[in-house]
């Protein structure tokens, strides 16, 4: 069993930048793949960014390549989401995940998620 604990969000003008976290306490996540996902009112929830086991290798969904940021840090059980240059289009709940298996940017591989984080960017 993972539990993940997420923290961060709120509310920024566009352009703005916000840090989001997500810690596995116990170290169990240590050797999944993290991911972030994110579901905007109405819409299926996406795939945003994602970070393999080592940290060696990250991908990121097209639409926030060169905006936003994945990182972990194992020694602190954490993984990070720095999301800059906000748009309104960002607005979502964002979830973070340990994947067990499977395609990396699909929500099927994903066991185990974050109770949700509120971002909304205002123009």
């Known amino acids: 069993q993972v539990q993940l604990v997420q923290s961060g969000g709120g509310l920024v003008q566009a352009g703005g930048s916000l840090t989001l976290s997500c810690a596995a306490p116990?170290?169990?996540?240590?050797?999944?793949?993290m991911g972030w996902f994110r579901q905007a009112p109405g819409k299926e929830r996406e795939f945003v960014a994602a970070?393999?086991?080592?940290?060696?290798?990250?991908y990121y969904a097209d639409s926030v390549k060169g905006r936003f940021t994945m990182s972990r840090d194992d020694a602190k059980n954490t993984v990070y989401l720095q999301l800059n240059s906000l748009t309104p289009e960002d607005t979502a709940i964002y979830y973070c995940?340990?994947?067990?298996?499977?395609?990396?940017?699909?929500?099927?591989?994903?066991?185990?998620w974050g109770q949700g984080t509120q971002v909304t960017v205002s123009s």
């Open positions: 116990g170290r169990a996540a240590s050797s999944y793949t």
């Open positions: 995940g340990a994947r067990n298996r499977g395609s990396y940017d699909r929500v099927a591989s994903y066991d185990y």
């Open positions: 970070i393999n086991w080592i940290g060696s290798s990250t």
